[in-house]
């Protein structure tokens, strides 16, 4: 990479951190849990907004705004599950169906630039945050910043796939934001017969992601455009109680690539040779 591009980079990050700094949802911002506060959400709790900011306008919206939150992080290499079909190939005992698996990844802290600094603030918050709405006697608590510690701390971040039809969801807002399953790309043959079961029962709902260009990324180029890439990830948490466990969710609202995956080495092919010759 040219000194040229290198410094065009780190002004983008700059730039893109200022912005999330201002939106005072920022993760890598030690001020953020002043801005939020847990309620009852359905059968789960979710993060509300906290109080009225200058993007809002009039705090009887703010009163029920879900969160949302952001930060940046690098998308790990391994457990990279963010595509189309989340790697779902047959039932199993965990995901008995494809219209229940949920796209998933793991996010890490930025190897360097604007960003890594932050990630250590990020982690006291994520951790703070939970421990606010964890409950006393439960032991075990799972997702969203329950791997590791410090800057080995593991972000794990979700996508829901599938939506089902029904009479409350048909209206055009339905329509445009989710695919007809005819045109939703899948990696298996069982994946591709549990989609053809499901095509008068659901629609796909697409990842919000965006490309170095702010160009919108295509089901079909997810992982080649995520793993292993620096992102910004704009996210919603929740968290439920069950069986003694506290589980942390972080849905994913949407994505924006900052640094684009590092390329994958490749070993030039030569013409094989007609005799044994031991390499060089």
Known sequence: MSDTSVSSTH????????????SGFYLGDQDLVHRVHWAPNGRKDSLFVNEPLQSHTSSSDNATELATLSTVVRIMDNNFWLTSDAGWRAPTS??????????????????????????????????NLQQQIA???????????CTGEGESTQFKFRHVLFEK???DNTDDDFIQRTYDLDDWPVHSGG???ALDDMKSTHRAI?????????????????RQQLQGALVEIHFNLSHSAFKGKD???ADIHSIRVITVPPSTATTKK???PTTFAPPH
């Open 11 to 22: 002004q983008r990050s700059v730039h893109i951190r200022e912005n999330l700094l201002h």
């Open 94 to 127: 965990i995901t008995a169906h494809l219209h229940d698996a949920k796209a998933t990844c793991i996010g890490v802290a930025p190897r360097s630039g604007p960003f890594h600094a932050d990630f250590l603030v990020a982690v006291q918050n994520a951790t």
């Open 135 to 145: 409950t006393p006697d439960f032991n075990l608590r799972y997702g969203f910043a």
């Open 165 to 167: 039809i029904n009479g």
């Open 191 to 193: 994946a591709r017969n």
């Open 206 to 222: 697409p990842l919000a992601a965006y490309d170095v260009d702010d160009q919108l990324i295509p089901p079909t180029s997810y």
């Open 247 to 249: 589980t942390y969710t």
């Open 270 to 272: 030569r013409p094989l």
